[in-house]
């Protein structure tokens, strides 16, 4: 008898131990997986996030964890479906704009500024206080003026339509040009004829003078462009990231 009740307090204690491990709760994988990513395991706090969100699909904080581990390992469209889908689910202000800070963050380190900027104030919607994001969204805004072709894309490829037409214009007006210019070339070549002394004479210094000007302007060029890159190169600091380290 003794025998048969071991027996059965042995089964009855597997049978708890397997309920337990089966009944592992999101939030306890949500805990495992951020202990992961404390330690900066980022592919073993994706797995167990994966598996709280098996769980339970809408755990928000689940999701957004996720998206963090993704966006850890550089899965940036990845991580931005994550973030959005957190953002969606998310009943909490400050943590959905966590979702959209990160999403800002990811499109500003791949200079979409003008993307990255929209997220930053759905952020600052969420979060008026922010001040990380609003630091973000100032920068993202001083780089999109320095980048003007990144503010619109569509309005470079007008430009291009619009330079081929002009081209084409120019083409034929050119050639109407070109006649006049032979005639007018016929009577200039007899009046060049006729100075070409004189412009001998005085060819040296204006070779010097030429030589000179060139120089400055070429030296002038070069300082302006020095500090161009050197006021791009201040202003492209890394984007603060004070949402992308909170785990829930």
């Known amino acids: 008898m003794k025998y048969i009740h071991y027996i059965i307090v042995t089964v009855a204690m597997l049978l708890v131990s397997t309920a337990q491990a089966g009944a592992q709760t999101d939030r306890n994988l949500i805990r495992q997986g951020n202990r992961a990513f404390k330690s900066q395991k980022w592919a073993v706090a994706e797995t167990q996030y994966r598996k709280a969100i098996s769980k339970n699909q809408k755990n928000p904080q689940a999701i957004y964890n996720l998206g963090c581990a993704l966006m850890a390992q550089q899965k940036d469209s990845m991580a931005i479906q994550q973030f959005t889908n957190a953002a969606q ?78 081209k084409d214009q120019n083409k034929d007006k050119n050639k109407d040009n070109k006649d006049k210019n032979d005639d007018k070339n016929k009577n200039d070549k007899n009046k060049n004829k006729n100075n070409k002394n004189n412009q001998n004479q005085n060819q040296p210094n204006q070779d010097k003078m030429s030589r000179e000007n060139a120089e400055q302007l070429l030296n002038a060029a070069v300082q302006q462009e020095q500090a161009t890159k050197r006021k791009l190169q201040k202003a492209m600091s890394q984007p603060r990231r004070k949402a992308y380290d909170k785990n829930w």
């Open 89 to 166: 689910l998310e009943t909490n202000r400050l943590r959905r704009a966590a979702s959209y800070h990160n999403m800002g963050v990811i499109m500003q380190n791949h200079r979409e500024y003008a993307q990255a900027i929209e997220y930053y104030k759905m952020a600052l919607r969420c979060n008026p206080q922010d001040n990380e994001t609003r630091y973000n969204l100032a920068l993202c805004k001083k780089l999109l003026k320095n980048n003007p072709q990144n503010k619109d894309q569509n309005k470079n490829n007008k430009d291009k339509n619009k330079d081929k037409n002009k």
